[in-house]
């Protein structure tokens, strides 16, 4: 692996450190430094031709601007740094559900047809973000569940693509989430819809 390619690893590590943190704390700001750390998270997996986690970060780039304006609206209700909790509809679960079956079958096949490294971990990995980026642009406490096991299984696609500081990133990422499920239970507040 160039210096250069490490470098942006390093880099996405230390802005996803922020990242998280800023997540956990709900804070606005975390959805602008999603921005910088999802371009540098998406040279990193092209480089590797892992795909979809390439395109999965660029949809996090696009979904930053859809939870910055829903957590600004949201946070209207509860006050100013308070964490801001809605409930998670029972056929956003369902088809949720659904999605994550069948769009990780699909995504699957499609990164056999091109050559991705790790099509299994990469296709449900992505498919499983997708899900909890929107739950997280919603305020759903449930989508920390969803992270855990996205995570985890990201932790081990770095790890077999050779990505040591994204895998640690992701791992870190994994214990976050624990913390966060928790600490949002404990100081949310709920909010209407």
Known sequence: MTNWIQAIEIFATVTGIAYVVLEIL???AMWVLGIFTGIACAVSFGVQHVWASMGLNIYYMGMSVVGLL???????????????????????????????????????????????SAPVLDGTT????????????QSYLQQWLLWIVADVLSTALCISTGQYWMAALYALYALSAVYGYFHWQKNGKWVQA
């Open 26 to 28: 709900q804070k606005n």
């Open 126 to 137: 992505a498919v499983l973000s997708v899900i909890g980026t929107w739950w997280l642009a």
């Open 70 to 116: 829903q957590w600004r609206k949201a946070g209207e209700q509860v006050g100013e740094g308070e964490i801001h909790l809605r409930r998670l509809p029972k056929k956003v679960a369902a088809w949720s559900a659904v999605l994550l079956v069948a769009g990780s079958v699909a995504l699957i096949q499609v990164l056999r047809l091109t050559g991705d």
